[in-house]
T-cell receptor, first 112, second 112 residues
Framework: DAKTTQPTSMDCAEGRAANLPCNHS???????VYWYRQIHSQGPQYIIH???NNETNEMASLIITEDRKSSTLILPHATLRDTAVYYC?????????????FGQGTILTVHP | EADIYQTPRYLVIGTGKKITLECSQT?????MYWYQQDPGMELHLIHY???????EKGDLSSESTVSRIRTEHFPLTLESARPSHTSQYLC???????????FGQGTRLTVV
């Protein structure tokens, strides 16, 4: 699995967009970019994933650069409940999926 | 909402006791996992299973054991608990397409 690099922490004002970057310069062609978050030591929660196209769901948007070496998770209107650790994980899908390698992630703090 | 449950949520137990942490899911997923997370630290995979009667050790060595007799259950056992086993244990399962992993709320174990 390709290695990812994320900032240790970020702040965001409530109601503003939170843009969380992730660098994955060694990503290979069959690897997806997944984002999970963990709120205060609860179980991690899946947010979104993508291969090369930008993706959007009810929680967030994922923007992947054309060369796929980096991506940005966007929470369009952050709330206090979005305060969590956000993990960017690069992994091939299919049979081995689920054996996730979690790094340190980015601690996002949303403040009033 | 994910249908994966862990019991107990919290457990304080004396050294030398045998304990079993329960994990069950109602989604019919073949793949299940156990992760260990010390406070403020990364999650590490300690066990996984790709189906009934299949169990494998994960990336982080653990003195715990697991069993998979039924698809929906994946219990973790410590034969003789020690203070070094104090941690949070998170159970997960993943869907057949390999697009998302579902995590339980975790069991916070304290061995005194």
């Amino acid at each position: 699995d390709a290695k990812t690099t994320q900032p240790t922490s970020m702040d965001c004002a409530e109601g503003r967009a939170a843009n969380l970057p992730c660098n994955h310069s060694t990503i290979s062609g069959n690897e997806y970019v997944y984002w999970y978050r963990q709120i205060h030591s609860q179980g991690p929660q899946y947010i979104i994933h993508g291969l090369k196209n930008n993706e959007t769901n009810e929680m967030a948007s994922l923007i992947i650069t054309e060369d796929r070496k980096s991506s940005t998770l966007i929470l369009p209107h952050a709330t206090l409940r979005d305060t969590a650790v956000y993990y960017c994980i690069v992994k091939a899908g299919g049979t081995s999926y689920g054996k996730l390698t979690f790094g340190q992630g980015t601690i996002l703090t949303v403040h009033p | 909402e994910a249908d994966i449950y862990q019991t107990p949520r919290y457990l304080v137990i004396g050294t030398g006791k045998k304990i079993t942490l329960e994990c069950s899911q109602t989604m019919g997923h073949d793949k299940m996992y156990w992760y260990q997370q010390d406070p403020g630290m990364e999650l590490h995979l300690i066990h996984y299973s790709y189906g009934v009667n299949s169990t494998e050790k994960g990336d982080l060595s653990s003195e715990s054991t697991v069993s998979r007799i039924r698809t929906e259950h994946f219990p973790l056992t410590l034969e003789s608990a020690r203070p070094s086993h104090t941690s949070q244990y998170l159970c997960a399962s993943s869907d057949p397409r390999g697009t998302e992993a579902f995590f339980g709320q975790g069991t916070r174990l304290t061995v005194v």
